[in-house]
């Protein structure tokens, strides 16, 4: 499996709590985590920076610890997705230096929330802050059901945007895709499919196991598509109680065989 294309795996997020004792080793301390994530995967989404701007010496001690060859997806900040306030972009960016400068930067992730319906004042907003972002690799991951439509694919394509395949629980209003290349690479996300715990609180949206089946069958649904870019992103955002690093591992292993 994997037809010679270049899939890359990781988590959303790396620093969980509840992860010990599950991926972590028994009595892993925060600051060990990233160490042992690196002995097992080649990418991460950086979570935090969604909650606030990415401090360069943050990104600067990842980017050194890390290996030749371990590249990161910053996602953008709050302020840019959930509050449509585009002052923070310039200074985002700037921040993301650490990374840019070593090489280490695979792109900036902008996931809008459900509440980011397809309007003309969103689809105003969204090309704007593209712009905002030119300067670096970008790719979007939209909420809602309105985004799907055939303009949206042919104008991320155009931007040279990818476009995030999420993978959500079978609900009308979620934004559901097709697997598509619009942009440099191709970027899927496996968030969970359970529709009962969707909308509560925190992470329990995210606890989810997928199963080796289903793992597999979205492995078989992408690989028509191998073959339209270099590379293959494919991260899992099911993070509660290290569920994603296990899932991660498993794809790993198909993808091997």
């Known amino acids: 499996m994997g037809g010679g294309a270049t899939y890359r795996i990781g988590t959303s997020g790396y620093s969980f709590d509840d992860w010990v004792g599950r991926f972590?080793?028994?009595?892993?301390?925060?600051?060990?985590m990233f160490a042992f994530y690196l002995q097992h995967f080649c990418t991460v989404e950086l979570n935090f920076t969604y909650y606030r701007m990415p401090?360069?010496?943050t990104l600067e001690s990842l980017a050194a610890s890390s290996p030749e060859g371990f590249d990161f997806w910053v996602k953008a900040n709050q302020r840019t997705t959930h509050r449509q306030d585009r002052t923070a972009a310039s200074e985002f960016v700037a921040n993301l230096a650490p990374?840019?400068?070593?090489?280490?930067l695979a792109g900036v992730l902008m996931q809008f929330p459900q509440s980011f319906h397809r309007t003309v004042v969103n689809r105003e907003y969204l090309q704007a802050t593209i712009e905002?972002?030119?300067?670096?690799?970008?790719?979007?991951?939209?909420?809602?059901?309105?985004?799907?439509?055939p303009s949206v694919v042919e104008?991320?394509?155009?931007?040279?945007?990818?476009?995030?395949?999420?993978?959500v629980p079978a609900i009308d209003s979620l934004f559901h895709a097709e697997?598509?290349?619009?942009?440099p690479c191709g970027y899927l996300r496996l968030h969970s499919?359970?529709?009962g715990k969707w909308y509560a609180k925190g992470a329990d949206r995210y606890d989810y196991t997928y199963s080796d089946n289903e793992l597999r069958e979205l492995l078989h649904r992408w690989s028509p598509l191998e073959q339209a870019a270099p590379t293959h992103y494919v991260f899992c955002n099911n993070c509660h109680g290290g569920q994603a690093a296990r899932n991660a591992?498993?794809?790993?292993?198909?993808?091997?065989?």
Request: aromatic fraction near 8%; charge should be positive; charged fraction near 25%.
């Open 132 to 149: 905002d972002f030119a300067a670096v690799p970008l790719a979007v991951e939209f909420r809602h059901a309105s985004w799907q439509h």
């Open 24 to 32: 972590y080793p028994p009595g892993t301390a925060r600051a060990d």
């Open 193 to 195: 499919r359970n529709a």
């Open 249 to 257: 591992l498993r794809l790993q292993q198909f993808l091997a065989e």
């Open 179 to 183: 697997p598509v290349i619009t942009g």
């Open 155 to 167: 104008g991320l394509a155009e931007r040279r945007v990818s476009l995030v395949v999420p993978d």
């Open 99 to 104: 990374l840019t400068q070593r090489g280490k």
């Open 55 to 57: 401090p360069p010496r």
